[in-house]
């Protein structure tokens, strides 16, 4: 498995979450919240950090887009292979519904120890007539925040997770939001082991140039010219025009950003 690197605030603000909830003294000692940022910047890694070094039971849910049968299926086998103690509960009554789904969840859930529900790529379950946004509303409000889990409910969608917390929508103010950024430059240093200039030139490029051995190149002079290779500096894939001008977009006072927004 890949180090991890860098997100020291972040994971210090989804464990002081956690602490919060262990030391509740209410009937109400659930905690929710709601992670956006860009595609790839590492959000799933993340949180995929905090339940390997929080050490609680935990359940690590991805939804996919499709159908609600399909995803409740995905459900129940991300549920018998998660750490909850109940989880061959979920399992066992094999949910119609989302309704049906949350109330298992909340049933498997521990009573006297802190756990941690992960819904990921929450915007796929989401839909115009905002049903699931009220069962989810109803079934935290009911039940699930009356355990001492933190639910995690993560999205690319800007505008969906924004949009989940409006004030016009079921869940309004049920979750505390977190939006996540790109990598600083000295995480970027660390993970790509490149000195500082060159670590500042990729946190505002969003790719980082590297130099491989020279080679010969045909011509009348045989120069050497260096064979160079764009990479991204967030999840080490090849990176093209259009998602340079998106990492430069996130950030603010950044010219090539400002001419990205208008491509």
């Not at 996919?64 to 979920?90: C, H, N």
């Not at 409910?153 to 979750?175: C, K, T, V």
């Not at 939001?177 to 200039?197: F, K, Q, S």
């Not at 980082?208 to 080490?236: C, E, K, S």
């Amino acid at each position: 498995m890949a180090s991890f690197v860098g997100r020291t605030r972040e994971l210090g603000a989804l464990a002081a979450e956690l602490d919060r909830i262990a030391s509740a003294r209410d009937d109400r000692p659930g905690r929710c919240l709601l992670i956006r940022g860009r595609r790839r910047v590492g959000k799933s890694r993340l949180v995929e950090r905090f339940v390997d070094v929080a050490q609680v039971p935990y359940l690590y849910f991805t939804a996919a887009g499709a159908g609600t049968a399909t995803e409740l299926r995905q459900l129940v086998a991300d549920a018998a292979e998660s750490t909850l103690p109940g989880r061959d509960l979920i399992a066992a009554a094999n949910p119609s519904d989302w309704d049906a789904a949350f109330r298992l969840l909340a049933a498997a859930l521990p009573d006297d120890t802190p756990s941690v529900v992960v819904l990921d790529e929450v915007p796929c379950l989401m839909d115009p007539e905002q049903q699931f946004e009220g069962i989810l509303q109803r079934a935290w409000d009911r039940l699930l925040s009356r355990k001492p889990v933190l639910l995690v409910l993560i999205g690319s969608d800007l505008a969906m997770m924004e949009a989940l917390n409006d004030y016009r929508r079921p869940f309004h103010q049920r979750g505390r939001e977190m939006v996540l950024g790109p990598l600083n430059p000295a995480d970027l240093a660390t993970m790509l082991d490149l000195p500082p200039a060159d670590a500042i030139d990729a946190a505002l490029r969003g790719t980082v140039t590297r130099r491989r051995v020279p080679r010969p190149a045909p011509g009348p002079r045989g120069a050497d010219r260096d064979r160079l290779r764009r990479t991204d500096v967030h999840q080490h894939r090849p990176y093209g025009r259009r998602n340079v001008g998106y990492v430069a977009a996130t950030i603010p006072g950044n010219p090539a950003g400002q001419a990205a927004r208008h491509r």
